[in-house]
């Protein structure tokens, strides 16, 4: 079982960037995929993000192409998250996903580890 804890949310305004980070531990991270979903307070948590075992296929939400940008260091067992102009519609807590091995989880159905989340909060 891979343990994954976030770090780098936080309340910025609209229009600004920050980067969200996922360090692992526990398990083989090198061999899986990656990603990231969130969930706003009264809705589902949905898929925001995802990036195959390589490194070299990156999937995003339609929300979030073109201002968010998915990486990973293997060397550091760690994905990021860069987050540019922001909206307040991006306000949710996020969360790390693990997917199977050799599996991407670009669905909740897909993950096989969480991490503890971390909220983000855009203002207006």
């Known amino acids: 079982q891979v343990q994954l804890v976030e770090s780098g949310g936080g309340l910025v305004q609209a229009g600004d960037s920050l980067t969200l980070a996922c360090a692992a531990s526990g398990g083989t991270f090198s061999i899986r995929g990656m990603g990231w979903f969130r969930q706003a307070p009264g809705k589902e948590r949905e898929f925001v993000a995802a990036i195959k075992w390589s490194g070299d296929s990156t999937y995003y939400a339609d929300s979030v192409k073109g201002r968010f940008t998915i990486s990973r260091d293997n060397a550091k067992s760690t994905v990021y998250l860069q987050m540019n102009s922001l909206k307040p519609e991006d306000t949710a807590a996020y969360y790390c996903?693990?997917?199977?091995?050799?599996?991407?989880?670009?669905?909740?159905?897909?993950?096989?580890?969480w991490g503890q989340g971390t909220q983000v909060t855009v203002s207006s």
């Open positions: 996903a693990a997917g199977r091995p050799m599996g991407i989880p670009t669905t909740r159905e897909a993950v096989g580890s």
